[in-house]
């Protein structure tokens, strides 16, 4: 199955009016991004796990449901790079969102049975930028036909197609793995997942800018 989204082939401000999500090539060399694996193997025993049951819209637009994962707090290569210059031009050139400030950084660990179900992440998540640690993390799950629903109109998708929902308009977007890519989307705008991982353990570093 071809899980290129149609936004991969087109021009990147096009692309993020169009689908809410951008690859951004040339973010970063080689040796950063080596440097962010070694960093994130050498944090894993700092892991604070994030664990929830509840299906709710938050007081600030949000969305939740269960979701059972672990997040490594950011080291110095990944915070340099979350506060990055550059790559916050880049991020405001992709997305035509010239006032953007970044948020920070965190790694999100999976391990085996982990998962996150369909979500939005928080307000100040205007843009989510995202890319693997690992080569074998799966894609999420991705839902571009339900951006800016209100939580009470995802409670209904919910209800109707479950916490990882597949078919239809629903579909998945790929995070780029050590080709100096990283991947731009409406965190707070798209509602997106991720299935219950079936292998040992992957990582994936998220960062997160908001528009002022």
Not at 63 to 69: I, L, N, S
Not at 104 to 114: K, M, N, S
Not at 139 to 149: D, E, T, V
Request: charged fraction near 20%; proline fraction near 8%.
């Amino acid at each position: 199955m071809d899980t290129t989204v149609q936004s991969d082939r087109l021009p990147a401000r096009v692309a993020w009016d169009e689908t809410g999500t951008v690859l951004i090539p040339g973010a970063l060399d080689t040796d950063r991004f080596g440097a962010l694996v070694a960093e994130a193997q050498s944090h894993l025993d700092l892991a604070e796990p994030h664990v929830h049951e509840h299906t709710a819209g938050h007081r600030d637009g949000s969305f939740a449901t269960p979701v059972h994962c672990a997040f490594v707090p950011p080291g110095p290569v990944l915070g340099a790079l979350a506060f990055d210059k550059g790559l916050l031009a880049a991020v405001r050139e992709a997305t035509g969102i010239p006032r953007l400030i970044p948020r920070g950084g965190a790694v999100v660990l999976y391990e085996r049975g982990d998962f996150q179900g369909l979500h939005t992440d928080s307000v100040k998540s205007t843009v989510t930028v995202a890319l693997a640690l690992s080569e074998g993390l799966p894609p999420m799950g991705w839902a571009p036909h339900l951006r800016n629903q209100h939580p009470d109109e995802l409670s209904k998708v919910v209800a109707e197609h479950g916490i990882f929902p597949e078919g239809g308009n629903f579909t998945v977007l790929e995070h780029p793995f050590g080709d100096g890519s990283v991947r731009a989307f409406a965190g707070y705008a798209v509602p997106h997942w991720r299935p219950r991982l079936s292998v040992e353990r992957e990582l994936l570093v998220t960062m997160s800018f908001f528009d002022l």
